[in-house]
């Protein structure tokens, strides 16, 4: 399954050639045209069935997910880390890890509770008080597998029953594996599907690449929070499993273009899709780096809901990811038929 | 000039929504047989050609959004819970109505609170009178947006209003316009009203790297400092002429610009004030930061209680503002 694949290969931002190396195989199996620019972005070129005018239509997913990057090694050989992109400290401990090109093994450890003061134990341990073990005797044995400035991702097996799917990086695998699954079929216009780099530190690809496809319309496709947990009062979900794809109004990085959002609502409940609103304005994707490149392009944005995102154990509901396929699907089709004027 | 502010400041358009506003304002510029375009995010662009030799393009941007609220929850009984929409500021809201496009109106209560710092956004809802969550949905949908509701009002010199910012720097930009429809310049202008300032700058951005100019120009609101205690520390004050930016947040204006404003003033005997903004931005900051570089500035009328509904300004500095900006164009750059 494309979305358990993607989800396993390490991909932190600035680190994604293994990512990008697995979907350019595939695109290169299907015969789709791509390339890929000085930051990494990869761009497939989708060429339509029908000889019609360009519309001018960019899809995109970003391959990144959020990691650590070794800052130091201990003359003991453990390895000190920084974070990259928005990970949460109290879910690192005690979690396995793989570090580097070689995806050397290892794990987060702290020190031993039973050592740890009364307020240390009450309270999440920051990422200077962890360490990663790679089971080296000292820094010199270290030395030998991994080195200053090596990536390091969660290592998480992923898997799937038959409703739920689960690993870590999910955000934003399932928007890839989306992506794939679109490429895959025949529509009878032409686009362009960007995979884009380093969208977890700032949607620092997709600004370079919307300069370059310099497209009139974006869907940005995502994977985005679900908070519909127990100890959550109902209007603090932002999005729900279960409830179909969810359509973003507006986050901290962009207003989602009106008449990209009425054409979403529009194919899914001519499709009968279930979909939602994205009911958080935190945040940031791709779009808010889209949006306002050359001279503005309208941008939506539409994601795959997700328990637990930026932790090696991300759940979402196939079902959910099969309908967003299907929105992207009939949404592409639409710009053929009716055009969309903005 | 007045009917035309009351109008403006009245009118429905939070960053991403601001239909109601660009509309309005192309009521405005068929008056005068203004011939306009809108760009894809929705920035209002009215060009002033010139082909003449050493004719420069100036880019003047006036924003036409206002903060506001966004509804992200509908719960049984009826009550919507929602977000900010630009720099909200949430200790003013209990108790205050709230408009939405449609005119549906409501009115923002409160949860109960122990404590002062519990005190948020997520504390705070709207009531529209629903009875039920069926019966809310009828009106209004999550994603739908809400501006405050604030009447014009007005005391001798001074005006208060919601969303003076920056209405009042659209109405500006439309007077100058009027009156120098009839006249030739030197240059080539763009009267742009921008969309989703208050959201970080967003509108200008592409629409001046669509129309490429030499220079840029905001004309915006500014905070004062002429209130007891004020929580800005700025040497500008209400009625003592527009203020010649010279930084905020978001740009330090080009001394070009600032010194060809200054100079305009002086020989046309505009009073004016230099304004140093702690915090805070204006599409200047987004437009001199486009393609290679673009030097701009900015024109600021002073406004007190920005971001609340009662924003105030006084209509001397308001015609001063439309004096100074009539000059620089008329002027060579």
Known sequence: ?342 | MNELIKKLCESFGPAGREDKVRSLIIGELEKFNAEYSIDTLGNLIVARRNQGEGAKKILVAAHMDEIGLMITFIDERGFLRFIGIGGVLKNILPGMKVLFENGTTGVIGQEKIKEPKEFDLDRLFIDIGAENREEALKKVNIGDTAVLLSPFSREGNRITAKSLDNRIGCAVVLEAMKRLSSLPLPNEIYFVFTVQEEVGLRGARPVSYRLKPHYGLAVDVTRVGDTPEPEFKTDVSLGKGPAVKIKDSSVICHPRITGLMIEVAETNNIPYQLEVLERGGTDAGAIHLTREGIPSGGLSIPCRYIHTPVEMVDLNDVENSVLLLVELLKHSW
Not at chain 1, 235 to 250: E, R, V
Not at chain 1, 257 to 274: F, G, Y
Not at chain 1, 288 to 293: E, L, T
Not at chain 1, 309 to 321: A, G, N, Q
């Open chain 1, 1 to 342: 399954m494309l979305i358990t694949a993607l989800s396993q290969i390490p991909g932190v931002s600035g680190d994604e050639a293994r990512v990008r190396n697995f979907i350019k195989e595939k695109l290169s199996l299907w015969g789709i045209k791509h390339h890929t620019d000085s930051l990494g972005n990869l761009y497939a070129l989708k060429e339509g069935s029908k000889n019609r005018e360009e519309p001018g239509l960019m899809l995109c997913a970003h391959m990144d997910e959020v990691g650590l990057m070794v800052s130091a090694i201990e003359k003991s050989g453990h390895l000190r880390f920084y974070k990259v992109g928005g990970i949460y400290e109290k879910y690192l401990v005690s979690k396995p890890v793989c570090i580097g090109a070689n995806s050397v093994l290892g794990v987060i450890g702290a020190k031993a509770v039973h050592l740890q003061k009364k307020e240390e134990r009450e309270k999440p341990l920051d990422a200077e008080k962890l360490y990663i073990d790679i089971g080296a005797k000292n820094k010199e044995d270290a030395e030998k597998v991994v080195k200053v400035g090596d990536y390091v991702s969660f290592w998480s097996e992923a898997s799937s029953s038959a409703k739920i799917i689960k690993g870590k990086a999910l955000d934003n695998r399932a928007g890839c594996a989306a992506l794939l699954e679109i490429l895959q079929r025949d529509y009878p216009i032409s686009f362009t599907a960007v995979f884009t780099v380093q969208e977890e530190i700032g949607i620092r690809g997709a600004r370079v690449a919307a300069y370059r496809v310099n497209p009139r319309i974006a869907l940005v496709i995502e994977t985005t929070s679900a908070v519909d947990i127990p100890e959550a009062r109902e209007q603090d979900y932002a999005t729900s499993l279960g409830a179909g794809p969810a359509f973003t109004i507006q986050d901290e990085s962009v207003i989602a273009h009106p008449r990209i959002l009425e054409r979403l609502i529009e194919v899914a409940e001519s499709q009968k899709k279930p979909y939602q609103f994205r009911r958080y304005g935190g945040n940031f994707t791709d779009a808010g780096a889209i949006a306002p490149a050359g001279s503005g392009v309208a941008a939506g944005v539409i994601s795959t809901p997700c328990r637990y995102i930026h932790t090696p154990v991300s759940i979402l509901f196939k079902e959910d990811w099969e309908n967003l396929v299907e929105i992207v699907d009939a949404f592409i089709r639409s710009v053929h038929e009716k055009g969309l004027e903005i």
